[in-house]
């Protein structure tokens, strides 16, 4: 079973960047389809990008600012976040998509006005 461990959020004011990372215990060769989600206070969780096989998806909202990646030699996925808003805050998730279906804890980014 891969455990999934989100860091590198933190507090930051408009415009800044931030980059997630998430490391999974396990190889991540054979997983071919892994997400960001993130979930603002008293809202739903969202998708925010994810790569499957070689294509990449992004929501509107942070198109052209995040760039999700990953380096399965570190079995890890990042998210690079750039230009940071107030309605980016929230707590990111990453995600292995089933058969897996797994969960990391997430990593809180806050950005103040």
């Known amino acids: 079973q891969v455990q999934l461990v989100e860091s590198g959020g933190g507090l930051v004011q408009t415009g800044g960047a931030l980059r997630l990372s998430c490391v999974a215990s396990?190889?991540?060769?054979?997983?071919?389809?892994m997400a960001w989600y993130r979930q603002a206070p008293g809202k739903q969780r969202e998708l925010v990008a994810n790569m499957i096989g070689n294509n990449i998806k992004y929501i509107d909202s942070v198109e052209c600012r995040f760039v999700i990646s990953r380096d399965n030699a570190k079995n890890a996925l990042y998210l690079q976040l750039n230009d940071l808003k107030p309605e980016d805050t929230g707590v990111y998730y990453c995600?292995?998509?089933?058969?897996?279906?797994?969960w990391g804890q997430g990593t809180q980014v806050t950005v103040t006005t």
């Open positions: 995600r292995t998509y089933p058969p897996l279906n797994t």
């Open positions: 396990g190889n991540i060769d054979g997983i071919d389809a």
